[in-house]
């Protein structure tokens, strides 16, 4: 009883040495590479928000770009506003030490550190570093999830003849605002703490003001999506629901992404059957009338946290539209839990278990320190740019991190000689670097179709000149012919050389100078017919 009151408490527990060492050496690292990396395309993307703020965006809630509007302002670099991922996953990580703890004192018979594996699991997941140097809405979603846990859990420490205090429903309205204010998959979040309360407190919570007012609290939160949303037709909202849809479902593109998920996170995957074993032990002992202590009763309710997102987007899999992080929240949420299952099972005397969490932890260890060290290199060291032949390239995902100031700052410098207030690329990926580094010129996409761009610059007016920007990495061919431009003039070929890159060059950028534009984009990758 005495440890169900601690676990009432909302405090936080004091962080043990080799924990604040886990979380020193992933924020140091996070520092170093966010100070060495140019900024990503979606990173660029939401850093441009800061420059058109707004109530909302076409393809994400607005508060990506509000939390760096500040630093953006000021002019900072870019390793500057980098120190807004870092801080978010170390909070991230520290609450979801905080949750394993609670749950720890709950479990009488646990003595081993809860907490530390759960930061161990958290710090050796390679997507989630990736999160801690880039901000994207992911990164925020992941503090807004673990911060819910946090508060559910506490939540549902009250006693049975009593509710929780207005103080904590008004948190957790504006915790699913500020959620929501994210990423529209935060509806997801919501759900699991429906599910906590009412299995909790009963149908009776819906019959008293206090859940209500924080439902309304969290939709006056969200309130610039709705306004935004309703003053351009919903076009965020309809975007959404048919990127959500994907196209046709199919079992393979499913189960690649299912491996995927193992492969990049093999130690809270061990923990999930750990997890599956407890529980179902513990039924079993129940039904046969045994006592049992396996896993605390709030981990069971918790544990929706991470099943209701994950197993959405692992549906949507199948149709081909969920990418690889956007389970990176979900992922948060079962951290804790996963402390839980392995600190268990690290006091068991169990060999092959030792041995599988042991190779799970060094694969996912090195699975984090290879993507770092890819990053910073550019990749690996086989994989070079060959001079430009009119080709596609290999394609080198760590090449995206290089060359897109100086192409930019080429591309402004070519336009305010040449005297063309128009920049241009045949898609929205390089129209957020070029515009980020080239700002505060407009970038036009040659493409077909709507997108944030369009918002933002509009449609390039026919028979206008642009300094068209093209990258090796994604070629297409040049956009000269009946209703593109009449003709491309080569300015000048920029090789990308990272000081870290042992000499190699990783890809090439291209500037031209095109004249009259016939208003029909065409946009054709080299290699197509």
């Known amino acids: 009883m005495q440890q169900r009151i601690l676990l009432m408490q909302g405090r936080f527990h004091r962080l043990s040495v080799p924990v604040c060492c886990l979380l020193g050496i992933g924020t140091a690292v996070h520092l170093f590479l966010g100070f060495q990396l140019g900024l990503s395309a979606d990173e660029a993307h939401y850093a441009l928000y800061a420059t058109h703020l707004a109530w909302s965006y076409f393809d994400h809630p607005p508060l990506v770009g509000w939390v760096q509007w500040p630093l953006v302002a000021l002019g900072l670099p870019d390793g500057v506003l980098r120190f807004i991922p870092a801080a978010i996953w170390l909070a991230t990580a520290w609450v979801v030490h905080d949750i394993a703890m609670k749950l720890q004192l709950a479990e009488q018979e646990l003595k081993n550190h809860a907490g530390f594996w759960a930061v161990l699991v958290l710090t050796t997941a390679p997507v989630l570093h990736v999160l ?7 990164t925020l979603l992941m503090l807004f999830t673990a911060a819910t846990m946090w508060l559910t859990l506490n939540m549902l420490k009250t006693p049975e003849c009593d509710l929780p205090s207005w103080r904590a429903w008004l948190w957790l309205g504006g915790l699913l605002g500020l959620a929501g204010l994210s990423k529209y998959t935060a509806i997801f979040l919501a759900l699991p703490v429906m599910w906590c309360v009412l299995r909790r407190f009963g149908p009776a919570l819906l019959r ?3 859940p209500w007012v924080a439902v309304g609290l969290a939709l006056c939160v969200v309130m610039p999506v709705l306004v935004w949303n309703a003053q351009h037709d919903w076009i965020s909202f309809a975007y959404q629901l048919h990127h959500g849809g994907g196209g046709h479902w ?6 690649g992404f299912m491996l995927g998920q193992v492969v990049v996170y093999p130690l809270m995957v061990c923990a999930i059957v750990g997890y599956a074993v407890g529980y179902w032990r ?8 045994r006592p049992h202590s396996v896993t605390t009763p709030p981990s069971y309710g918790l544990a929706s946290f991470f099943w209701v997102p994950f197993v959405v987007l692992a549906y949507l899999s199948g149709g081909g539209s969920s990418l690889p992080h956007w389970t990176a ?9 996963a402390g839980l299952v392995l600190a268990q099972g ?5 060999k092959t278990w030792r041995w599988v969490v042991g190779g799970a932890a060094a694969l996912q260890g090195l699975l984090s320190v290879g993507l770092m060290v890819c990053m910073l290199m550019a990749g690996p060291t086989w994989l070079s740019s060959p001079p430009p032949s009119g080709k596609q390239e290999p394609i080198n995902p760590f090449a995206d991190f290089y060359g897109w ?3 930019g700052q080429g591309a402004q410098a070519w336009a305010q000689q040449l005297k063309v207030p128009h920049l241009a690329v045949q898609n929205w990926t390089l129209a957020s ?14 493409a077909p179709g709507f997108d944030q761009f369009s918002i933002w610059s509009g449609e390039l007016p026919v028979g206008a000149d642009a300094v068209l920007m093209e990258w090796s990495q994604m070629a297409y061919a040049l956009p000269v012919g009946p209703g593109q431009f009449a003709q491309c003039q080569a300015l000048e070929q920029i090789p990308v050389q990272p000081s870290a890159a042992m000499g190699r060059t990783v890809a090439h950028f291209a500037l031209y100078h095109c004249q009259g534009w016939g208003g029909q984009p065409k946009p054709r990758r080299l290699g197509e017919l």
């Not at 929240?329 to 839990?337: D, R």
Request: glycine letters at 8%; zero cysteines; aromatic letters at 12%.
């Open 433 to 446: 670097r070029l515009a980020w580094y080239a700002r505060p010129l407009n970038v036009y996409v040659l």
């Open 132 to 138: 801690g140097i880039g901000l994207l809405p992911d």
């Open 405 to 407: 100031e100086p192409a």
């Open 208 to 210: 008293s003001p206090k």
């Open 346 to 350: 690290s006091a068991q005397p169990s």
């Open 329 to 337: 929240p979900a992922w948060v949420a079962w951290a804790p839990l």
């Open 250 to 255: 199919q079992w393979g593109q499913w189960a």
């Open 282 to 289: 513990q039924k079993t002992h129940a039904h046969l009338g």
